[in-house]
């Protein structure tokens, strides 16, 4: 008995040794692969196929950033996971594959578009799709030859001799232009996208012909609705000097609101049933697409708008940019729940006439720059006559700001901002006008040497 | 009296004539119907020989068992009512004589290349046939929320469109390697 004990005390001995040998072995070769240091092992077998369990299990210990992103957020919860959003047909011109799929019949791409998205949420991609934040975002991206223009010749600096065959020559387009409006994907022959047109903003256009990102606004791979409601989700395109909507906003009596009790609200009550009460000012979204009082959510953002506040002269919004008429009375249902009928008329009011103060000093330009043209005293090259570049900063800088400020309560944009530079430029544009019709000539040197009146 | 008698005789002969023969017609009818509905009788063209193929290695084809779980009739006809059904099988089915023994030749690749490949021939009534309830007791919530907006008649969007790989799989890679077949022959 003693030497049975003995033997099998021995036996133990010897596998405890050979364990830690071996333990010992692969801490070491371990050490040599980058594996990221939060590491993970997340074992998922409820509610899902074999497969879909094998991403999360491989991408967990791979990529554990986006498992612990996508872990937290209402899709796990609701068990969509990898596979459900990111494979695709072999057929797809996206199909690629993993290390740990290749070999398999299952094929998979990184890029992910609306049209996957609308599988489980429908209206809100056919509403989306009907908006400006579709095609007709990415169209100066991929379509509209003056911004091509500006994306290649001038930004790419091909006008100084950067060919549009240097991947240099795309850089402007890739880190600025795309990552706003989005682009068209361009693939290579593994079916991975090439010249840094992948990832791009809310317009991009996918190979397999569908268009949008919805993960712009909420982002991957949590795809928050609270994130979608808070003002930075919108911030991170409709900000700066040409649309500086964030900063009117947190200039505005809503912003002042949110800044200061914002972390107090409740961001996540279900669609349609985020009402006031769960917040004490609105946001970008509630105004824009929320569901409010008697309202339903829209992910069609022209849908409440009158006024096209972008272009060089505003209209009522028509055609593919929205019904301005019906927008009107949508704002003032949305206003409603809030204000009485006297401010709301107020507000109204206030935009219309700044829309056509603007509209008269854009008309007045146009009628000069007309004279100009026929009598030939316009520069050849709009980026070095001082007459165009003036004009250009006035609607597309100074114009939006003076307009979009008056329409969301940012008097700091619609003033110093905007309609203040509007008149100095004015009366530049004035100045050259008439220099050039007394002496018959251009200047000789552009009057705008930089990047024009901020 | 006579007369009408032996005319009455006549007609009412003619009468169970034609009555034998509208059940003859019928019957046969009925068995052309019926013969002409099975996947054999479709599959006896060689046309339809690559749609066979992947419709029986796809979720809709044979099981384990070698049960048929749908056939090509049960999606590429109507179900919503008798006549549509009959009418379109009369009609798809001369467009597909007429083209058979014309031999024309159909670039299946070239022509979804300019549809998209989501474009399909099939009914969504056939689907309905089968899938009554799309928000069964215990449905996964993911598969819940998917039909959710098209239970509740919110979106235009049909079964085939989430759904298009279900009767033959993936079509298009199963025609680029019956073309690299060729090729490489």
Known sequence: MKKLFGRTGTLILATMFLGLICSVACAEEGANTVTPKLHKELVIKRGMSPEAAKCIECHSKKTPGIVESWKKGKMAHATVTCYDCHVVEKSSPMASQCS???????????????????????????????SGHAKLASHPVVVKEKTLNLMYHLEGAQFIGNSRANSSNWASRAAGCQMCHGGQVELGPDHKPVKNTWPGGVGTRYPDGSIGTCTVCHTRHQFSVEEARKPEACASCHLGPDHPDIEIYMESKHGQIFATQGETWEWDSAPDAWQPGDYTAPTCATCHMSGIGDLSTTHNINERLKWDLVHPKSVIRSGERGDGEKGAKLMRRVCANCHGPTQIQKEIRTLDDAVALYNFYWDGAVKMKKELKAKGLLGKDPWADGFQEIMYYLWHHAGRRARQGAAMNGP??????????????????????????????????????????? | MRIINSNGGAVLVACLIAFLVALVLAFFSAQKVK???????CNSCHEMHPFHQTWAAGKHGYDSMGVIRAKCVDCHLPHDSLWNYLKTKMKAGLHDMKAHLIGKKTDWLALWKNRGPYVHEAYESGCKECHKKLVAAGIPTKAFTAHRAYELGETERTCLDCHHEVGHGDLVSAFREIAQNKNTK
């Open chain 1, 100 to 130: 740990g799929l290749s070999g398999s019949n299952v094929y998979i791409s990184p890029m992910v578009s609306s049209r996957t998205c609308s599988r489980c949420h429908p209206q809100e991609v056919e509403q989306f799709l009907k």
């Open chain 2, 35 to 41: 013969s002409t509905s099975t996947v054999e009788f």
């Open chain 1, 412 to 454: 700091d944009y619609a003033h110093w901002h905007g309609f203040f530079m509007i008149f100095q430029m004015y009366k530049d544009l004035q100045q050259i006008y008439n220099y050039r019709i007394k002496n018959n000539k251009i200047e000789e040197l552009s009057t705008v040497m930089s990047t024009g009146p901020l």
